[in-house]
């Protein structure tokens, strides 16, 4: 079966492949379920799947992304989305940036610290997963977790204060 792919995609299929050649596993990044697809980030690049399978035309280069600071386009660290209101969110070291469709909304980048008001300070940055569940969003680092409510505005309304190890039974 031949694939016909882009000079972008190739390149990225080269990373990946020169990757796989120097023994290194396969990385995941970040993973986030939106509109009925997987969206899982690995490096300069994202693969979306639907049912499980890699849609055509994947994987594509981060930079298919509107308006992403040069931080972001070399990686993220998690993703989120939140139904409400249809956005994404993408975090990268202490910063992230809300989407609108594939374009980056006006003022981002913008500290987590102070958008997402009540965490605590461990998760100001260095996010390693996100989820959104249930009005709030959960956020990961190492062990710990963290919850902020998500509101329809950039900044969380307020926030629940905790910092558990994961190993407690998941109340989420």
Known sequence: MLIR????TGLFICLLSALATAQAKPVV???VFANDRT???SSIGYFR?????VEKGYPKLMNRWKGLPDVFLQGID???YNPKNKKLYFFKGRQYVRLSGRTVEKGYPAPIAKHWTGLPKKFHG???AAIYRKGHAYFFIASSCSSSPV???PAASSS???DFPIQTPWQG
Do not use: C, E, H, W
């Open 5 to 8: 792919i882009s000079v972008a």
């Open 29 to 31: 990044d970040a993973a």
């Open 39 to 41: 969206y899982l980030f």
């Open 49 to 53: 799947l639907k049912n499980g399978i």
């Open 78 to 80: 998690a993703a989120l």
């Open 126 to 128: 260095n996010i390693d």
């Open 151 to 153: 509101s329809n505005s």
């Open 160 to 162: 629940l204060p905790m």
